[in-house]
């Protein structure tokens, strides 16, 4: 009965060990970047700001998501509550390859692979409305969008740089007899 027990007991602990997430490195970079301390303004805003800095850096493509959502208070009161959070991708896992890291979080939280609305929705557990996208590739292209009227994300004409920008051709160094 006991080798019984002590086989199931074991592989118990090799499916759990099979099972357990692997930690990328790109999660390993973004778990480590500090939270801001209790004399910061805005802790949300800034943390983002830090969390950018460091996956720019790493040239992981990334997203700054403002997003604002309604909540009851203590006293039963209805609320509107605004955050600010970082939605990357992953690329070590390309199955789950969006994942959100907020100034409220000691680990990144796995997101479902939708619309920006839809993934902040789902990480806030209720409805939310998405107020403002920063959109940053891993080759650092910037976006901004907005939301518009019918709470849909709008790109700004004009906000992105051209890659192009301010380069000519280059002249071609051949001889000519």
């Known amino acids: 009965m006991q080798k019984i027990s002590l ?8 499916i759990a060990g099979c099972e357990a997430p692997r930690k990328s490195n790109t999660w390993a970079i973004v778990h480590a970047v500090p939270h801001s ?3 910061a303004k805005a ?13 720019q850096a790493a040239r992981v493509e990334h997203r700054i998501v403002t997003f604002t959502f309604r909540y009851r208070s203590r006293i039963l009161l209805s609320r509107e509550g605004e955050e600010t959070a970082v939605i990357y991708r992953d690329s070590a896992t390309p199955s789950r390859p969006w ?3 907020s100034e409220r979080l000691f680990s990144p939280v796995w997101l479902p692979t939708e619309p920006v609305a839809s993934q902040v929705s789902f990480y806030v557990g209720r409805p939310a409305t998405v107020v403002k996208i920063e959109d940053f590739s891993a080759r650092h292209a910037r976006k901004h969008r907005h939301a518009g009227k019918d709470g849909k994300s709008v790109v700004k004409p004009g906000s992105h740089r051209s890659k192009s920008k301010g380069k000519k051709p280059k002249a071609s160094h051949r001889k000519t007899k």
């Open 7 to 14: 086989l199931a007991a074991t592989a118990a602990i090799l």
């Open 43 to 55: 802790p949300a805003l800034e943390y983002a700001r830090e969390l950018h800095a460091t996956l």
């Open 99 to 101: 994942w959100l890291m």
């Open 37 to 39: 301390g209790p004399a």
